[in-house]
């Protein structure tokens, strides 16, 4: 993960005081282990070792056990500037032959049940388990903060929305009949860096048949003339926050047939972008462009959700998917990608990310959807 901290102290110590809000309605503290909900509210970049590393939340206050030896890496967060922002957090350090477990236990202060989010290893919840506490999910808590972004996370999606669009507008010079998907790919990565983000996160690169295939990644297929190509990439910004889009090229004139099918994706793809506004349901937003293509024959050829939210992390709330009647709000921040899959012939996917605004949603994508010929 890229490092998150390039937001004001007062950022982090809005977010740790509403999940503090939050955790107090649920009546459960919270403890945090590194991952996205930990870069989320502190701006600390790890990663979950042999040695525990944990945020506490309680209606008493904020604490952070960490081992001594990894003390450099709040440097580099929020947690020196807190104080100034309001927020006092105490860090309780310990070296090897101490007990951390001991540590969360005195900052939950008898407490008996804890909310942990969802990135806590086994390794370091079995030993708060043993010691008599008991534990459920902190998601309820946690993806309510994570799901209504603030300005200045939907400005650098905004930013990575627009450098992932650079790279798609330079497909056309990496993309070429006789080379491979991997040599394709290889130059993808480049012009993601090349075009602002850290690293690539991930590339498809799915020619022809492989196109059939949602989530297919590379091979060493070489691109047929003919070949429809599905081209979904994305990675993070030095904030840490993600890229996702998806166009797809055709390698010379399509058939008549896959024009029209990918004319009906269009569509779709239209369908559920417009439906977006406020108070309109997740599973409302999947419908409108599931029930298009299957008024035209192609439901069955669309084989996932319509959508997932995007932040610190590529997938994340809400999910755009049936079943989740989880009201939209503005704020929020997820893709819209209906996709076709014709097995063993080819595919086509088209991705935006939307934000939802006051009266309807705001793509950061904006890059032609119609079928790209090279």
């Excluded at 944990?54 to 056990?65: E, S």
């Excluded at 492989?210 to 060493?220: L, R, T």
């Excluded at 972008?273 to 409302?284: L, M, T, Y």
Aim: some cysteine; hydrophobic content about 45%.
């Amino acid at each position: 993960m890229s490092n998150p901290q390039s937001f004001p102290a007062s950022v982090y110590a809005t977010r740790l005081t509403r999940a503090q809000q939050l955790a107090t309605s649920a009546g459960t503290p919270l403890v945090i282990t590194p991952g996205p909900d930990l870069a989320y509210l502190t701006g600390i970049v790890s990663e979950s070792f042999e040695r525990l590393t944990a945020l506490v939340i309680t209606d008493a206050g904020f604490g952070l056990v960490v081992p001594r030896l990894e003390l450099a890496i709040l440097k580099d967060s929020s947690v020196p500037g807190l104080g100034e922002a309001g927020v006092e957090l105490s860090v309780l350090d310990w070296v090897d032959g101490d007990d951390p477990y001991a540590l969360v236990l005195g900052l939950l202060a008898g407490a008996t049940t804890v909310a942990v989010a969802d990135a806590v290893p086994a390794l370091h919840l079995v030993p708060l388990l043993d010691r008599g506490l008991s534990a459920r999910l902190a998601t309820d808590v946690l993806r309510r903060l994570r799901m209504i972004k603030d300005a200045a996370e939907l400005d650098e999606l905004r930013a990575a929305g627009a450098a992932i669009d650079r790279v798609h507008a330079r497909v056309g010079d990496f993309l070429k009949v006789g080379r491979t998907e991997r040599e394709v790919a290889d130059d993808i990565a480049a012009a993601i860096v090349e075009e602002g983000h850290t690293e690539a996160a991930f590339i498809i690169v799915g020619s022809g048949p492989h196109g059939a295939d949602p989530h297919h990644e590379v091979s060493d297929r070489v691109v047929e003339a003919g070949d429809v190509v599905v081209v979904d990439i994305g990675g993070p910004l030095a904030s840490g926050y993600n890229s996702d889009c998806t166009r797809t090229y055709a390698m010379g004139e399509p058939s008549e047939e896959i024009l029209e099918q990918y004319a009906l994706l269009e569509r779709a793809q239209r369908a559920s972008v417009d439906a977006v506004r406020p108070g309109v349901s997740a599973e409302a937003i999947d419908a409108a462009g599931r029930d298009l293509l299957a008024d035209a024959g192609l439901g069955e050829f669309f084989l996932h959700r319509t959508g997932h939210g995007i932040g610190l992390s590529v997938h994340e709330e809400p999910y755009i998917v049936a079943g989740n009647d989880i009201p939209v709000e503005p704020g929020m921040a997820f893709s819209i990608e209906p996709g076709i899959y014709f097995s063993g012939r080819w595919g086509a996917r088209i991705e935006d990310i939307v934000i939802v605004t006051e009266d309807g949603c705001e793509p950061v994508n904006t890059r032609p959807h119609s079928l790209t010929i090279l």
